[in-house]
């Protein structure tokens, strides 16, 4: 039992979805996440919603290691991928403003199994992802809570049966803005992400009780680790706010609704 116990503090240590699990277990009621005007999606909803998706992208040979790109327009749904999609695969989240030739470029360069795209129209990620047969799986949104999504494979192809791109530790690739050139692409391991989380977490003195005010692009690297994982990591909560909004910050503060 001891070494048992032990090896399940190693494995919460070393991977997100592991701590994100044992975060819903410890406070299932708290919420985890939280968009304006949406009931919040609890802990224990995200960790169910994390166990399905685990087991739906298994059923379609799905793993880690495989990469799923997704551009998300909604910013609620998109916090909720980045949340739950890396328990069985490589998610790389994109910009939904990008062109389809640029979506092309980038599908290519990472070598994506599947994307994800929006039901009844899969923008410029689908079409990138039709001209290069990738498979697509279409979101559509559940209004029961902030984020949720539901996923299904609406376009199966021989991608699917493509060996995994990168090592099983890698939880999601990003793509920089390309202001000096063109976009570089960068991994983020489980193990990586976590030690940073820690360590800033025990820094800020954080807890459950917090409120990450997100507020920055969640296809950049901030966005994802600092805005979004920092607090999950440390069982706190992510109150969706638009991109730079000034305004709704300090409506959020003054409301007593964040805590940094």
């Known amino acids: 039992p001891g070494t048992t116990a032990r090896w399940e503090e190693i494995q919460v240590a070393n991977d997100i979805t592991a701590c994100l699990l044992s975060r819903a277990a410890a406070g299932p009621g708290a919420p985890a996440l939280e968009a304006p005007s949406r009931a ?13 998706a685990r087991s739906r992208l298994a059923s379609w040979n799905i793993q ?12 609620a749904e998109c916090l ?12 790389a989240t994109l910009d939904a403003t ?33 001209r290069l047969g990738i498979a ?7 209004a029961a809570e902030a984020g ?27 793509a920089t803005s390309g202001t000096t050139g063109r976009p570089k692409l960068a991994t983020h391991g489980h193990r990586q992400i ?27 690297g901030g966005g994802l680790r600092t805005g979004l994982l920092l607090a999950l990591i440390h069982g706190a909560s992510v109150r969706c706010l638009p991109v730079g909004g000034a305004e709704a910050f300090v409506a959020a503060v003054e409301a007593g609704e964040v805590t940094y």
């Open 40 to 52: 919040p999606m609890t802990w224990a909803v995200l960790g169910q919603r994390i166990r399905d």
């Open 98 to 130: 990008l062109r389809v030739d640029d979506q092309v470029e980038l599908l290519r360069r990472i070598g994506t199994k599947a994307v994800v795209v929006p039901a009844g129209g899969g923008g410029a990620l689908g079409e990138a992802a039709r």
């Open 80 to 91: 909720a991928a980045l949340a739950i999609l890396p328990a069985s695969s490589t998610y």
């Open 136 to 142: 697509r799986m279409t979101m559509t949104t559940d």
């Open 194 to 220: 976590m030690i940073t989380s820690l360590a800033l977490g025990a820094r800020f003195a954080m807890t459950p009780a917090d409120t990450s005010a997100h507020l920055t692009p969640l296809h950049l």
């Open 148 to 174: 949720a999504f539901n996923l299904a494979l609406a376009e199966p192809t021989a991608s699917l049966d493509a060996p995994p791109r990168l090592g099983a530790e890698c939880a999601y690739v990003t």
């Open 64 to 75: 880690r290691g495989d990469v799923v790109a997704g551009a998300i327009a909604d910013r």
